[in-house]
T-cell receptor
Framework: ETGVTQTPRHLVMGMTNKKSLKCEQH?????MYWYKQSAKKPLELMFV???????ENNSVPSRFSPECPNSSHLFLHLHTLQPEDSALYLCASSQEGWVAGEVDTQYFGPGTRLTVL | GDSVTQMEGPVTLSEEAFLTINCTYTATGYPSLFWYVQYPGEGLQLLLK?????DKGSNKGFEATYRKETTSFHLEKGSVQVSDSAVYFC????????????FGQGTELSVKP
């Protein structure tokens, strides 16, 4: 059990829809992450939040809008997506990003499989 | 920039065969190195990690040694099982990038009975 949950697990949406992905971590961590996993490509880091503050935006298009209301919850708001945005979206958390000279271990949720029609 | 390269899959083995999945990296400084595993329909799980040169990470019969001289972190297991079928990801965490992980493209392993 990873302690990181994501809802919904599957989502189908049209290009004009607005939807949101939700991530919740039960581990008491302070850092949260959104990744995109497309077929045959490495995981792409999208956003990083540390203590509710966004510390990384990896050149993500504005049709993806993250929100971190507290250290336990992370949302990804979606609007006017394109078919090429279809992918598995993974959320992860870690105690902090960087602790005592070492990169902290990240714990992943099961992902949301998004299909954009 | 920093990067991770893994051997391409899929890798197909018979049960009890020896497994090696190669991983090499490019990074400045002294990164931490990780192997994650993704079972079908699930998210990634940490399999093992090593934080400095010559460290060996191990878990569930899998091992990997941090080799700075060859910039490698190859994953090995002496005897694979059908239940090891999954996608394996090598990743590095650079010390100068605030905890960000950089992943390889993943290697799919299929173990046949």
């Amino acid at each position: 059990e990873t302690g990181v949950t994501q809802t919904p697990r599957h989502l189908v949406m049209g290009m004009t829809n607005k939807k949101s992905l939700k991530c919740e971590q039960h581990l008491g961590h302070n850092a949260m992450y959104w990744y995109k996993q497309s077929a045959k490509k490495p995981l792409e880091l999208m956003f990083v939040y540390n203590f509710k503050e966004q510390t990384e935006n990896n050149s993500v298009p504005s049709r993806f809008s993250p929100e971190c209301p507290n250290s336990s919850h992370l949302f990804l708001h979606l609007h006017t997506l394109q078919p090429e945005d279809s992918a598995l979206y993974l959320c992860a958390s870690s105690q902090e990003g960087w602790v005592a000279g070492e990169v902290d271990t990240q714990y992943f949720g099961p992902g949301t499989r998004l299909t954009v029609l | 920039g920093d990067s991770v390269t893994q051997m391409e899959g899929p890798v197909t083995l018979s049960e009890e065969a020896f497994l090696t999945i190669n991983c090499t990296y490019t990074a400045t400084g002294y990164p931490s190195l990780f192997w994650y595993v993704q079972y079908p329909g699930e998210g990634l799980q940490l399999l093992l990690k090593a934080t400095k040169a010559d460290d060996k990470g191990s878990n569930k019969g899998f091992e990997a040694t941090y080799r700075k001289e060859t910039t490698s972190f190859h994953l090995e297991k002496g005897s694979v099982q059908v239940s090891d079928s999954a996608v394996y990801f090598c990743a590095l965490g650079a010390e100068n990038q605030g905890g960000k992980l950089i992943f390889g493209q993943g290697t799919e392993l299929s173990v046949k009975p």
